[in-house]
């Protein structure tokens, strides 16, 4: 893609001003006022008539904001320059910490420098959710083709496995999107440990969509494992 990513700033639940999409390898997000800069995206210059306090006091602490570097078609690192460290919801970050998707958030301090994104780990994690998927719904779609499955067999009758099933089955793409973007939250914190459990409860933050993992998406949903379940029998 000419553009590798598209940065939507928002506060709290409403995103506020024009996406901003990114053509170069390195881009700042901080709380600048020059609008016309390419590799800049200065929250400072966007205006929102319907601000609150909470917003205001956030985005005057947002300062030298951060830095988003990409390598090759799709692996990003994030640098904090802000003096207050930023809170980063990374499925990259969930993977190498050991725990499951959106199951964490990430504090990075003032200065520090992480990967946080994987375009190869993100395809690999799009495959396999797209073939649990179709695994998941044949075996829901065609219980008599099920007994030859030693995993159908042994949790016949098991109300929890076939709730599992369905879930897995009714896993949506909007889901799947949210494997192929990072959101950052500066100043607040949300999560288990903070009074905001959603990020959409922070004054301030912003939604980085990785174009070419959402072209990977797309290839995987439009070409699915057929064999999948053939595959796991």
């Not at 959710?129 to 219980?143: F, G």
């Not at 098991?158 to 909007?174: K, Y």
Request: with cysteine; proline share 4%.
């Amino acid at each position: 893609p000419a553009n590798w990513c598209v940065i939507s700033y928002y506060e709290f639940s409403t995103k506020v001003g024009e996406t901003f999409a990114v053509n170069t390898p390195a881009v700042f997000v901080d709380g600048g006022v020059d609008p016309s800069a390419p590799h800049r995206f200065c929250l400072g210059s966007i205006s929102n008539v319907q601000r609150n306090i909470d917003s205001e006091r956030c985005r005057k602490h947002i300062g030298r904001g951060i830095r988003l570097d990409v390598k090759g078609e799709g692996d990003v690192w994030l640098t904090c320059l802000s003096n207050r460290a930023v809170f980063v919801q990374s499925s990259y970050l969930d993977r190498e910490a050991g725990r499951e998707p959106g199951d964490a958030i990430h504090k990075i301090y003032s200065q520090a420098t992480l990967k946080v994104f994987d375009l190869r780990q993100c395809y690999s994690q799009l495959r396999l959710h797209n073939m649990y998927q179709l695994v998941a719904t044949e075996m829901l779609n065609n219980p008599a083709g099920n007994s030859k499955n030693p995993l159908f067999a042994l949790n016949r009758g098991n109300a929890e496995f076939t709730g599992c099933l369905t879930q897995v089955a009714n896993i949506g793409v909007d889901e799947l999107r949210s494997l192929c973007s990072l959101a950052v939250s500066f100043v607040k914190g949300w999560g288990p440990d903070y009074d905001r459990k959603t990020i959409t409860e922070t004054p301030c933050w912003i939604e980085v969509q990785i174009n070419r993992a959402l072209q990977l998406l797309d290839e995987v949903l439009h070409h699915p494992t057929s064999s999948a379940y053939s595959t796991m029998q």
